[in-house]
């Protein structure tokens, strides 16, 4: 069941002890057979495909029971335990790749005027780890494969607060200097919380709290209801929410459909969808590709109007589809001046939230679906989006197996993604940034961006206000920042030249 076991017998959390014949036989039959093991306090829990637990597996499991225990809770210390989920064993494996693991930190600048209490900020925040086990979470490689480790809840978060210079210049450097290294202090994935709380004193009541999370344990979406329960957890530390998701839950239930059966099919179907279809983005680069990424990145910000937003809107229910469809269009059109091809690779980001326990899950969820991309249609920019909009639906119906979880196989298949996959990334948000509300204070919370690049171009756009707030991120190993604001102008100016019309 992939991911499977990835470390070698001995390996940490399995006690320590030299392992026996039958600790390698079970490791290997709970793989083969696709078996996921949990724990919950000390109750050792198993999800197990129909007539996969013979007599022979049950006897070994009993045999094993003290092993498996301390190799899933890590000699006792997690409170709970089960494999990693799909979306944070991706995420595991890329933040030991990269040059600079600070990349994958979620960096919220939060701006409180107003009369704070630290102490009632810091109790709060403390109820919030408590309150979402993923926060707490450490990822920990064993015999039994990535598995994550719940530890208790902190008895207090620490929130250090520091004041910053009294001259209005000084203080805003000072914050920003902050920002930058918080943004900047990777998280070791062993030693959770993997949640950062940094407190600014401007003046009395003037603070700026720097709140840093490994993007591990959260998304988009997370992010949202964290700040939301932050929120209700500051007017009352011991407030009653409703209950939370479990990862826990999620990465067993997911297990038990993204068997291994499943990716087979879903390799076959993308190699037959993919095939015929140029998978390296040739964009123009400003200097060759180097061997290695440095993982340098720049930002650029831009907007779309609420007048072109409420058209885009509407072209898309007159169409029959979304506003992301219409945005792909527009890239496609943008993509096939820029390289010449007649069809790109472009991976769209989606929320996979696909069940009713995902609504408050504080979690990795999100995953990439790679789009294979019309970049011209006959019938102009009306068929465009047709063709866009099927693409869409086509790869939304595949959205089962994680696109990620296939590209080795994939290119032993002989599909040849480029080693930088995924190149051009598209995040077409369709809730509202995440806003904090705190008893008896104005709030305005702001995104960090990070100075690290994860593609060659991402784009990403959030509602704000009626209107839509645009970035685009880009690797500065290969592009000067005028060639990308000449991109990001030319996908703008598309969009409010062929929409309108199509309204």
């Not at 290997?28 to 013979?54: C, F, N, Q, W």
């Not at 004041?163 to 959770?192: M, N």
């Not at 970035?471 to 604001?485: K, Q």
């Amino acid at each position: 069941m992939p991911p499977g076991p990835a470390a070698t017998a001995g390996s940490p959390a399995t006690a320590g002890s030299r392992p026996t014949e039958d600790w390698k036989r079970l490791v290997r039959l709970l793989d083969e057979r696709e078996i996921v093991l949990s724990t919950e306090g000390d109750r050792l829990e198993y999800l197990a495909p129909p007539g996969a637990m013979d007599a022979h597996l049950v006897a070994l499991i009993k045999g094993e029971r003290q092993r498996l225990l301390a190799a899933l809770t890590g000699d006792g210390a997690a409170e709970a335990s089960a494999p990693a989920g799909i979306a944070q064993a991706r995420m595991h494996r890329s933040h030991g790749r990269v040059v600079d693991p600070s990349l994958w930190n979620i960096t919220q600048r939060i701006t409180l005027r107003g009369p704070l209490d630290p102490d009632r900020l810091q109790r709060a925040l403390t109820a919030l780890t408590a309150r979402h086990r993923s926060l707490r979470t450490r990822y920990t490689p064993t015999d039994l494969g990535l598995l994550q480790q719940v530890l208790p809840a902190p008895a207090a978060l620490p929130l250090p607060v520091a004041a910053v210079g009294d001259a209005v210049g000084d203080a805003g450097e000072a914050v920003a200097a902050a920002t930058r290294e918080e943004a900047a202090t990777p998280f070791d994935l062993g030693a959770p919380p993997l949640l950062r709380a940094r407190l600014l004193r401007l003046a009395p009541d003037h603070h700026v709290l720097l709140l840093t999370i490994h993007h591990i344990v959260l998304d988009g979406w997370s992010l949202a209801t964290l700040l939301a329960d932050l929120g209700t957890l500051y007017g009352d530390h011991l407030a009653v929410l409703p209950e939370p998701g479990s990862m826990i839950e999620h990465a067993c239930w997911e297990r038990t459909v993204v068997t291994r059966e499943a990716v087979r099919r879903a390799t076959a179907r993308y190699a037959e969808r993919l095939a015929g279809l140029p998978l390296t983005v040739p964009l123009p680069t400003d200097r060759p590709r180097p061997e290695r990424r440095s993982g340098h990145g720049g930002v650029l910000r831009f907007e779309l109007t609420p007048e072109l937003t409420a058209a885009l809107n509407r072209c898309a229910a007159r169409r029959s589809t979304t506003p992301a469809a219409v945005v792909l269009a527009a890239l496609g059109d943008l993509l096939g001046e820029l390289t010449g091809d007649d069809e790109s690779l472009v991976m769209l980001s989606t929320a996979n939230r696909r069940r009713r326990e995902h609504e408050r899950l504080v979690g990795l969820l999100t995953t990439n679906l790679p789009v294979r991309l019309p970049n011209r249609a006959p019938g102009g920019f009306a068929a465009l989006i047709d063709r866009a909009a099927e693409a869409l639906a086509s790869t939304l119906d595949r959205a089962d197996v994680p696109f990620g979880l296939l590209t080795e196989d994939l290119r032993a298949l002989g599909l040849a993604l480029p080693p930088s996959f995924p190149q051009v990334m598209l995040v077409v948000q369709s809730t509202p940034a995440p806003v904090l509300e705190l008893t008896g204070l104005d709030v305005l919370v702001e995104d960090v961006p990070g100075s690290s690049a994860r593609s060659d171009l991402l784009l990403m756009l959030t509602p704000e206000g009626r209107g839509l707030a645009g970035l685009a991120e880009y690797d500065a190993d290969l592009f000067d920042e005028a060639t990308v604001r000449g991109w990001i102008d030319g996908l703008v100016r598309r969009l409010a030249e062929q929409v309108p019309p199509l309204a």
